[in-house]
């Protein structure tokens, strides 16, 4: 199961949903109009690229309507993720187990300390 919260499945199920629809109105929409103005013959190439900018611009804001109601109705979701345990019980086997809980170095000042004299003692020692 994946371990993200319902809130940030929704933003991003929201995001993906509005740039597939925007990108799918702006083909039917723009091929449409183009086809028919080129075939035509009625418009110029400047016509022709200003409706595909105000097509361009109409999907835009259909996407950011999307976008807005999934961010939206995430606000209203839950942000912590159903499967994440959070309890003490798992806290404390993680912080037990020194591969899972001990964190970078900068959390154990011994590695850290031990880890800059040997760099030190390589760089002075000549060995490349």
């Not at 999907?59 to 999934?70: D, E, Q, R, Y």
Request: hydrophobic letters at 45%; charged letters at 15%; glycine letters at 12%.
């Amino acid at each position: 199961m994946y371990d993200t919260s319902l809130a940030d499945r929704v933003r991003h199920a929201s995001l993906r949903i509005g740039a597939l629809v925007a990108v799918f109105v702006f083909l039917v929409l723009g091929g449409g109009d183009l086809f028919d103005q080129w075939i035509g013959g009625y418009a110029s190439a400047r016509f022709m690229v200003g409706t595909m900018l105000v097509n361009a611009g109409a999907c835009l804001g259909l996407f950011v309507i999307i976008a807005a109601t999934g961010f939206g109705l995430s606000l209203t979701l839950p942000a912590r993720s159903p499967y994440r345990a959070g309890d003490e019980k798992s806290s404390a086997a993680m912080a037990s187990n020194p591969a899972i809980g001990a964190g970078t170095t900068r959390d154990r000042p011994e590695a850290s300390d031990s880890s800059r004299i040997a760099l030190r003692n390589a760089a002075s020692s000549g060995i490349p």
